[in-house]
């Protein structure tokens, strides 16, 4: 049966409104989602959603810290399905990471398997991993059964889940935090627990405490993988004032005797966050490009512990002067960035400084130690109605059980008889018959006492806020006993001490004197031989490849190279491959455009001058301390389409254009530069006889009083020692090149 439909007027479904309001809408929609529930932690327990779903959902499963392991695809499929509706492999990863000790400080998941190391490797797959609660995670849930803090239902509506927990220790400063939102981010390093609940405790005794006295007492960040923070004490007390900052760390590191005059280098600790393949792979990639040439080798020793051994070129090296380069060249120190944007309350965003995160955590146990305190309260009222109901029937015992046995409604007649509410007459009715022996009696009265008792104490803190702080300290107390310094893993890891500067040395005297030939085909490939091979040579080249530039240097030399995008590019000699094979693309060593063609190269002097020019004919003289550069990606000089670069010498400047006219003028004429187009060499277009297309084809330096010399094709040189017809002011068009002049318009 076909069903018939109706038609649908388009202007009842469609609204019309601006396109640019309608994305606004909907990308603040997305980003306060990401802020709010994906990037930034919760000052209160400093977790995200998904770690707090973790949490609890391990909770549900009873994976106490003392029980048995579940398969992390249990866990994560429960997660999953019931909380947090995304991906399993994110919420595995970030379940991997909370039990992993090299991320984070206090781990909150016990994790059994293959959970990933410090060398950057991945975990196992969920499938062969297990997992259960960490002591700290306890700690972090205690009084959720008490409504310690509010549930909202689950994304579906079928179960309920925590707002927030009630984190018995500052779990935000204990372990840390990071995450990139819409136009925000977080980054707060990991602090030793027993330092923030010190600090925790001044602030309860004195609530106008300056952020720099609570800085004083944590210190700094405790890192898990240990290192040495080298910061100014006044930049870390400013760093927790305002929320931002950067924290310099360091590698710990010691020198090793093995006798005879000889040591090496023992790295113990690196910096948090730094994989340490990595690290070995860039310590080894410094010794293999000579970079840091007083180091001879690295080898990694590491079992469980990290020992790095650092071997020096010789034992005269320093081993602060070597350690020191090393900090500068590579990840055995880097600069921790701080800025602790944090959810104030869970719902606004804000960059607090120390102060305001540790009050934003004490507030919330105040509201956790009262609502625990009222639901408690609302227990002991419940069971002393209970034992009331039970203590009269004690006194009546004999009068219930006739009742019980010969009315039919017993429960009705007890009510009328003894004034019991409805909970009283239930529980007796469902008392059990060993229950009435005398000594239960005694046991009840002994409970309802204590009970009176608790809750007199509970009324008289509910009413006193000194005492309710007083309670928060000892809960505080309680914890730093758990995790502090007392226990091993609650030693500080991270030493703090003023950073002692080293003064960077000469690498470049390091660098054994030695002659090179570089070689550079044709097609761009480079490479260094031994000693000053004669330039002429016949050289092995790949299939289809030829012979380029070639020069004359010295391995402390630093190679110029001159392209015609009008950059130039700087690389040290000694780096340079060798010439067993036929080198390496000049391109993997300088960022070189592929549509760019090196124009020449040549040894950097400190005293030399250069010419540089554009096929247009206009040039500048440049300084030596004008084209080196300090980056693969070189430096821009010279605005236009470059054509040559020569050394500055003689007295005047002798330039040819493709038309072969020559012009001879002052070398006084042209300006110095760092940077720009130039001025006009030569004069080419239209008008006077020049054609139009025409541009600069050659430019030499010449003394006056020698006169101009080139090389014929057959290799004998001529000499034009008188220049006087050409002559003239620079920008000139000139007059015809000299008879015999070469017809590729070039002086050399």
Excluded at 9 to 17: C, S, Y
Excluded at 159 to 178: D, K, R, W
Excluded at 426 to 437: C, H, P, S
Aim: with cysteine; aromatic share 6%.
């Amino acid at each position: 049966m076909r069903m018939s439909s109706l038609p649908i007027d388009p202007g009842d479904a469609t609204q019309t409104e601006p396109l640019s309001r309608a994305i606004g809408e909907r990308y603040l929609t997305y980003a306060l989602s990401t802020i709010m529930h994906r990037a930034l932690p919760d000052a209160r327990d400093g977790l995200k959603p998904v770690h707090r779903r973790i949490l609890y959902a391990m909770r549900e499963l009873r994976l106490a810290p003392n029980g048995a392991f579940r398969k992390s695809a249990k866990i994560t499929g429960d997660v999953m399905g019931n909380y947090h509706p995304h991906g399993d492999a994110a919420i595995y990863d970030a379940m991997a990471r909370l039990a992993q000790d090299f991320a984070m400080r206090y781990p909150l998941v016990d994790g059994q398997g293959n959970f990933g190391n410090i060398d950057g490797d991945n975990p196992a797959a969920a499938r062969y991993t297990e997992a259960r609660l960490a002591q700290a995670s306890e700690s972090l849930m205690e009084g959720l059964a008490e409504d310690a803090v509010d549930f909202r239902p689950n994304y579906d509506g079928t179960l309920q889940e925590p707002i927030v927990l009630p984190a018995a220790f500052p779990n935000l400063l204990a372990n840390g935090a990071s995450g990139i939102a819409v136009g925000m981010a977080t980054n707060i390093p990991p602090h030793n627990l027993h330092e923030v609940i010190d600090a925790c405790l001044h602030l309860i005794k004195t609530p106008d405490a300056r952020d720099d006295t609570l800085a004083g007492i944590i210190g700094g960040p405790d890192f898990p993988t240990g290192g040495v923070i080298v910061e100014n004490r006044d930049a870390i007390a400013e760093a927790y004032r305002t929320g931002r900052g950067a924290f310099r760390v360091r590698a710990r590191w010691a020198v090793e005797d093995l006798g005879r005059g000889l040591w090496q280098i023992v790295v113990t600790e690196i910096p948090y966050q730094v994989q340490k393949s990595k690290l070995i792979e860039r310590l080894a990639d410094l010794i293999q490009t000579r970079k840091i040439p007083i180091l001879a080798d690295v080898r990694d020793e590491s079992a469980e512990d990290i020992r790095i051994v650092l071997e020096p070129k010789a034992r005269t090296v320093d081993p602060d002067q070597l350690m020191g380069a090393l900090f500068r060249a590579s990840d055995l120190e880097i600069r921790f960035s701080m800025n602790m944007n944090v959810l104030i309350d869970g719902r606004v965003p804000r960059v607090c400084s120390l102060k305001e995160v540790l009050r934003a955590f004490l507030d919330h146990r105040r509201d956790v130690l009262l609502r625990r305190a009222t639901y408690r309260l609302d227990r002991i009222a419940t069971r002393l109605e209970v034992l009331e109901g039970y203590l009269i029937a004690y006194l009546n015992l004999d009068r219930v059980i006739a009742i019980i046995r010969h009315e039919d409604d017993p429960k009705a007649v007890m009510i009328a008889e003894f004034a019991l509410t409805d909970v009283q007459v239930e529980a007796i009715l469902n008392m059990r018959l060993r229950a009435l022996r005398k000594l239960e009696e005694i046991e009840l009265r002994t409970e309802r006492d204590a009970l009176l008792e608790e809750r007199q104490g509970l009324q008289a803190m509910l009413a006193d806020e000194g005492a309710q702080w007083s309670r928060i300290a000892g809960q505080l107390k309680e914890v730093r006993n758990l995790f502090g310094k007392s226990k091993p893993q609650g030693q500080r890891r991270t030493q703090i001490a003023e950073a002692q500067e080293i003064a960077p040395i000469d690498l470049d005297s390091m660098i054994e004197r030695e002659p090179l030939t570089v070689i550079l085909s044709r097609m761009g490939w480079i490479r260094a031989l031994r000693g000053h091979q004669p330039l002429e040579a016949e050289i092995k080249f790949k299939d289809g490849d030829g012979p380029g530039l070639a020069l004359h240097a010295e391995t402390t030399d630093k190679l110029v190279v001159f392209a015609s995008n009008g950059r130039f590019y700087t690389l040290p000699a000694n780096a340079l491959p060798g010439g067993r094979g036929m080198g390496e693309p000049l391109r993997l060593m300088i960022d070189l455009p592929n549509e760019a063609e090196v124009i020449a190269m040549f040894p950097w002097r400190a005293d030399q001058k250069y010419l540089v020019a554009s096929k247009s004919g206009d040039g500048f003289i440049v300084g030596a301390g004008d084209i080196l550069a300090q980056t693969k990606a070189g430096k821009q000089v010279l605005n236009g389409d470059a054509m040559l670069c020569r050394p500055v010498s003689g007295d005047h400047v002798a330039v040819v254009g493709t038309n072969r006219k020559m012009l001879v003028f002052s070398l006084a004429e042209l300006p110095e530069m760092s940077r720009g187009k130039g001025v006009k060499l030569q004069k080419y277009g239209s008008g006077g006889g020049l054609v139009a297309g025409d541009t600069l084809s050659d430019a030499a330096f010449v003394t006056l009083a020698e006169g101009l010399r080139w090389q014929e094709s057959g290799g004998r040189t001529r000499t034009e020692p008188d220049l006087t017809e050409w002559l003239g002011k620079r920008a000139s068009a000139g007059r015809m090149a000299p008879r015999g002049f070469p017809r590729n318009n070039r002086f050399t």
